[in-house]
């Protein structure tokens, strides 16, 4: 080894030594999940500069006392520059808006609801009651009219405000930051005195779907706009570190509506036809409400195709776990040719995708194939 490689590991050994002394500051060391295993070196026991050598043995453990110090932290050596730093390890979530293996947030804060129904019905030995739920059979074939791509206008506004109405029951006790942009009290929707306690009732799932309702057949949106709503909702919460709260459901529900339109619908809804819906709100108000929706979204309104199904199956999820089934028809004639011209229509569509990456595994030159002969009755 040169005599500069030997300085080098001798600042290098000397350097960690010194950094091993020093105290955790005491915003780390309040932190249990950072512990860690102690430090380490992957280098020999002994100094490689020549004896006599005044280095400290590295294999030891650390001198000062660990009280002082706190957990130990996992110390990684930055590439290119002369000093050590601590890189903390957090187990960061994926945001379901944004990531479809990520577990949508109305469904999580719906299982505690779910599991509290079921063992209450267990324990007084109640029935759930009579499931109207029909099965198929050899003869019968039952469907519903709700599809990824075409889902039932009706039962997806219903799964949508249930959701909502999970989202506001199974908030943060402790409660978040409420932003002045959807507080009710100061732009509210309508001229009427806000009530003093606004703030304190949980709106009912009834209330949530009429004005969800009202907004939608006013403005004639389609169902797949309510489920970008709800997409947009989360991803509000999220970026914002916000809670949906009874003083803020209708302004945040509203902007996300208004957003999911424009973003969806050919034919978007203009700001002002929400003002002829709610007759008592203004351009200006709905303007700012708009822009400072997407400045809390960060303008990421992109909502991936496997975003949009896994929230379309996550509410089906809902609604059956919440005795909210979808209405079932039999199959007829009529609608098993449809179907069956649908498919039709897919396996003509992707067949000249599928040709180009066939690959042939044999040659068909020496390919026999079974011959059939007339059966000679005697």
């Known amino acids: 080894m040169s005599l500069k490689g030997l300085a080098c590991s ?55 006392d660990a009280s002082a110090r706190g957990p ?39 299982q505690t609801d779910v599991r509290e129904k079921r063992k209450s019905l267990f324990i007084n030995h109640h029935p759930p009651g009579q499931i109207a739920r029909k099965y198929s059979s050899c003869s019968t074939i039952f469907l519903d009219d709700s599809t990824v791509s075409q889902p039932n206008l009706k039962y997806t506004i219903k799964c949508v405000a249930l959701a909502i109405y999970y989202h506001i029951k199974n908030r943060d006790p402790d409660g978040r930051m409420l932003l002045d942009i959807f507080d009710e009290n100061l732009h509210p929707l309508s001229k009427s005195e806000v009530p003093p306690d606004y703030d304190k009732h949980n709106p009912e799932q ?12 006013a403005a004639q949106l389609t169902a797949e706009c309510a489920i970008v709503t709800l997409v947009y909702l989360e991803r509000l919460l999220t970026y914002a570190e916000i809670d949906i709260c009874p003083a803020n459901w209708k302004r945040i529900v509203l902007g996300a509506i208004l957003l999911a339109s424009k973003v969806w619908d050919d034919q978007a809804v203009w700001n002002v036809d929400y003002c002829q819906i709610l007759k008592d709100i203004t351009v200006e108000d709905m303007n700012e409400l708009e822009r400072q929706f997407l400045e809390l979204l960060q303008f990421n309104i ?28 039999p199959l007829s004639r009529e609608r098993a040719h449809k179907l069956e011209a649908i498919s039709r229509l897919c396996e003509d569509k992707y067949k000249d995708l599928r040709r180009p990456t066939r690959k042939r595994s044999a040659s068909a030159d020496n390919l026999t194939l079974p011959r059939w002969s007339p059966a000679i009755l005697s």
């Open 206 to 217: 009834k209330q949530i779907y009429r004005f969800v309702r009202t907004l939608f057949s």
């Open 72 to 110: 130990a932290l996992p110390i990684v050596l930055l590439a290119g520059s002369t000093y050590m730093e601590p890189i903390l390890h957090l187990n960061m979530e994926f945001n379901p808006s944004d990531h479809p293996r990520a577990s949508t947030i109305f469904l999580s804060k719906s």
């Open 302 to 329: 992109n909502v991936p195709s496997s975003v949009y199904a896994k929230y379309y199956f996550d509410l089906r999820s809902l609604a059956e776990a919440n005795n909210l089934s979808f209405p079932l028809e």
């Open 10 to 64: 001798f600042l290098f050994r000397c350097e960690l030594s010194a950094l091993s002394a020093l105290p955790l500051p005491s915003s780390l060391a309040s932190r249990p999940s950072l512990a860690a295993a102690p430090l380490s070196l992957r280098s020999p026991r002994h100094c490689p500069l020549p004896s006599p050598c005044h280095c400290p043995d590295l294999s030891a453990p650390p001198a000062p």
